[in-house]
T-cell receptor, first 117, second 116 residues
C-alpha cells in the first residue's frame, strides 16, 4: 500500500532556531500534500496545502513566513518552522494523496513531535 | 461551522463491552467521503474506513462496524467486544472533492479508554 515517510519523528530545538520536517511519498506520486498541526488533546487542524511546483495555500491564521513549505518534486514536501518559539511546540503530521490513483485516498506520515525549549 | 461533530469527548468502557462512537457531519456537496481514523498514543493515524456518499450500506470488519445514515448525516462507528488495544483517540473526517478543497476536515476526536 501507499506509504508516506515523515522525518524526523521527534525534534527538540532551542527557541529562535529553525526546524525542517520532511514528508516523502515512497511508492506513489503526490501532486498535493497537506500539513496538519495537532496540539495536545486536540484535533488535527489543516495548516496548508502543498502543491508540487507552485506556492502552498495556507489556512487562515497560519503565518506563511513562519511556516515555509516547499514541494519541489512529486514525492517530497518540506515544512520549515522558522524562528521557532515554545508556542510552536506541537505534533505536525503530513498527508499525501496519490496523483494517479486518485480515489480520494489519503496516506498520512507518522508525524513529528516538535518541542521548542 | 463545524463540518464534523464528535460529541463524545471521552468514553470509558470495560473490556468486552460494545461501544459506539458518534459522528455527525455537515456538507452541501452531493459527492463526499467519510473516514474514520484511529490515533494510538504513539501519534500516527491509522486508517480504518472510507465511505463515499453514494454507498449507504453498513460495513463490518471483524469487531468493527459502521452505520452510515444520510438521513441523519451520521456515520457512527461501533466496536464490539472491546479490547484494551482499542484504547486510542478516534477521529471522524470528511472530504468534499466537489468544492475543490481536497483536504480532510477532522472532528475533535473521541478518546476511548478500555478498562481491563
Amino acid at each position: 500500500g501507499a506509504v508516506v515517510s515523515q522525518h524526523p519523528s521527534w525534534v527538540i530545538c532551542k527557541s529562535g532556531t529553525s526546524v525542517k520536517i520532511e514528508c516523502r511519498s515512497l511508492d506513489f506520486q503526490a501532486t498535493t500534500m497537506f500539513w496538519y498541526r495537532q496540539f495536545p488533546k486536540q484535533s488535527l487542524m489543516l495548516m496548508a496545502t502543498s502543491n508540487e511546483g507552485s506556492k502552498a495555500t495556507y489556512e487562515q491564521g497560519v503565518e506563511k513566513d513562519k511556516f515555509l513549505i516547499n514541494h519541489a518534486s512529486l514525492t517530497l514536501s518540506t515544512l520549515t518552522v522558522t524562528s521557532a518559539h515554545p508556542e510552536d511546540s506541537s505534533f505536525y503530521i503530513c498527508s499525501a494523496r496519490d496523483s494517479v490513483q486518485f480515489g480520494v485516498g489519503y496516506t498520512f506520515g507518522s508525524g513529528t513531535r516538535l518541542t521548542v525549549v | 461551522a463545524q463540518k464534523v461533530t464528535q460529541a463524545q469527548t471521552e468514553i470509558s468502557v470495560v473490556e468486552k463491552e460494545d461501544v459506539t462512537l458518534d459522528c455527525v457531519y455537515e456538507t452541501r456537496d452531493t459527492t463526499y467521503y467519510l473516514f474514520w481514523y484511529k490515533q494510538p498514543p504513539s501519534g500516527e493515524l491509522v486508517f480504518l474506513i472510507r465511505r463515499n456518499s453514494f454507498d449507504e450500506q453498513n460495513e463490518i470488519s471483524g469487531r468493527y462496524s459502521w452505520n452510515f445514515q444520510k438521513s441523519t448525516s451520521s456515520f457512527n462507528f461501533t466496536i464490539t467486544a472491546s479490547q484494551v488495544v482499542d484504547s486510542a483517540v478516534y477521529f471522524c473526517a470528511l472530504s468534499e472533492p466537489q468544492t475543490g478543497a481536497n483536504n480532510l476536515f477532522f472532528g475533535t476526536g473521541t478518546r476511548l479508554t478500555v478498562i481491563p
